[in-house]
């Protein structure tokens, strides 16, 4: 088992807008400013110097956003960036017309201009915010923050509750920010990988606890393409929702997978003793290091507490019939060692030599980008089935808007409700979800760079 010490990477550490259409723009004298603009943080130790990002009142991460189930959450955002930008509250099941998405279901905001975005909280849970136009750079320079939707009844009793946004940064020798946001490389392979990990923009990120605190830990996987693999150590636990929606019962807690966007609420008691060190471990090829410490200072109770239940469930509708649901088929095509010879972009068939020049190289169904039909036009309240064939080299995070779903096992069972799901090469992975938010909604890779290379489609409910 590989030794884990405070701060230990098996990578190397710090190693070496399109124009848009001007929306219609509503302003609000009293709504709160979310203010994207250019700023710095001490992302690496004290000895680099601190890194110029962009982020949310020029912070990284950006304001934690709290509110209550049923409640509405008013921000207005206001874009000083050099480029055009827009918010994608990620995992809210929304108003269509709030969802963020440049050029689907608003026009960017310019830089200079400010956008008034209003809509209910039908569930409570962990989700966050990010933009959703150029989100490949805009991300990979800090901009996305957390937004958690308080239960209303039926909370967890813990000591601590703690947001730990964990993403990986492209930095180099002096700590800033790698330019190359357009490399064909990482397009076509997986995704933009940084070499320095941080959590809540951090890299030496602790909390001190004492012995057999309980927490809930509330972990976001906000990195352009990294898939985070992770486990405790002085810490024990279960996992009590996934992409914000309560699991039926909780589920002890072992080797956790984040893809990029994907959240895991923990309830999680710190079994380190008095003097100790309890960790957050992220594990991968060569070994493991630690990206969160909890040093143990003090005796919270002289024993652990009973298990915890549930968490209350949101109102989520059942799934109808399998048998009669609309069904639609998504096929995953190109990157390197794909095999893909071309696809449609724009209404005409382009080999990949050309496709690469327009910075394309993915497919869904031999299409790069949305066409002008949908995948699926499915009717209020229908059951929904999507077939989703992962026919390339390379792992895919499939992100849906406006709605959650289930996965339907081989032997028929269904998954707890995410809104994320990962991929693995060669694999086929079937859902189901009701259509029950009316709207055209995004279906892409959350893996950034392949997103922007060609894998995003939509559907359509009316």
């Known amino acids: 088992m590989t030794r884990i010490t405070r701060r230990q990477f098996h990578i190397s550490v710090l190693a070496a807008a399109a124009a848009a259409t001007l929306p219609t723009f509503v302003r609000s004298e009293t709504a709160p400013i979310l203010h994207a603009r250019e700023g710095s943080a001490r992302l690496a130790p004290a000895e680099y110097p601190e890194t110029r990002i962009w982020g949310y009142d020029g912070t990284v991460p950006g304001p934690v956003l709290r509110a209550r189930q049923g409640e509405r959450m008013t921000q207005s955002l206001r874009n000083d960036l050099p480029q055009a930008s827009s918010v994608h509250w990620h995992g809210i099941r929304i108003e269509n017309s709030m969802d963020g998405v440049a050029?689907?279901?608003?026009?960017?905001?310019?830089?200079?201009?400010?956008?008034?975005?209003?809509?209910a909280l039908p569930d409570a849970g962990t989700y966050w915010y990010h933009p959703h136009n150029r989100t490949y750079e805009q991300m990979a320079r800090g901009l996305y923050g957390a937004l958690i939707v308080e239960e209303n009844e039926g909370a967890p009793d813990v000591d601590l509750d703690e947001v730990l946004l964990i993403d990986d940064w492209r930095v180099t020798d002096d700590a800033q920010i790698a330019e190359g946001f357009g490399n064909?490389?990482?397009?076509?392979?997986?995704?933009?990988?940084?070499?320095?990990?941080?959590?809540?923009?951090?890299?030496?990120?602790?909390?001190?606890?004492?012995?057999?605190?309980?927490?809930?830990?509330?972990?976001?996987?906000?990195?352009?393409?990294?898939?985070?693999?992770?486990?405790?150590?002085?810490?024990?636990?279960?996992?009590?929702?996934?992409?914000?929606?309560?699991?039926?019962a909780p589920q002890p807690l072992g080797e956790l997978t984040l893809a990029p966007a994907q959240r895991a609420d923990l309830i999680i008691d710190v079994v380190a003793g008095e003097g100790e060190e309890a960790f957050l471990v992220s594990f991968e090829r060569d070994g493991?290091?630690?990206?969160?410490?909890?040093?143990?200072?003090?005796?919270?109770?002289?024993?652990?507490?009973?298990?915890?239940?549930?968490?209350?469930?949101?109102?989520?509708?059942?799934?109808?019939?399998?048998?009669?649901?609309?069904?639609?088929?998504?096929?995953?095509?190109?990157?390197?060692?794909?095999?893909?010879?071309?696809?449609?972009?724009?209404?005409?068939?382009?080999?990949?030599?050309?496709?690469?020049?327009?910075?394309?190289?993915?497919?869904?169904?031999?299409?790069a980008d949305m066409g002008d039909t949908p995948l699926l036009d499915a009717r209020m309240g229908e059951t929904v089935r999507i077939a989703m064939i992962n026919d390339t080299a390379w792992p895919h995070g499939m992100h849906l808007h406006g709605h959650h779903f289930r996965q339907i096992g081989v032997d028929g069972r269904l998954g707890p409700l995410r809104d994320t799901i990962l991929m693995n090469r060669g694999e086929t992975v079937e859902i189901a979800f009701v259509a029950d938010n009316p709207g055209d909604w995004l279906l892409h890779c959350h893996m950034l760079e392949h997103s922007a290379g060609g894998m995003m489609t939509w559907l359509r409910v009316t």
């Open 288 to 367: 493991g290091y630690a990206i969160a410490a909890f040093p143990v200072t003090g005796v919270a109770r002289q024993a652990r507490l009973s298990a915890p239940g549930a968490l209350p469930p949101n109102h989520v509708p059942f799934l109808g019939p399998l048998e009669t649901a609309a069904r639609a088929e998504l096929r995953m095509e190109g990157g390197a060692m794909g095999g893909m010879r071309g696809a449609m972009i724009g209404g005409r068939m382009m080999g990949m030599r050309d496709m690469a020049a327009e910075g394309k190289v993915w497919a869904f169904n031999g299409m």
């Open 103 to 119: 050029g689907l279901t608003q026009p960017a905001v310019a830089p200079g201009e400010e956008f008034l975005y209003d809509f």
């Open 184 to 248: 064909m490389h990482d397009w076509a392979h997986a995704g933009r990988i940084g070499n320095w990990i941080t959590v809540n923009g951090n890299g030496v990120w602790s909390s001190e606890v004492a012995h057999h605190t309980r927490m809930r830990l509330r972990l976001v996987n906000t990195a352009n393409a990294r898939i985070f693999t992770l486990e405790g150590r002085g810490l024990e636990g279960w996992v009590v929702a996934l992409d914000g929606m309560p699991l039926e």
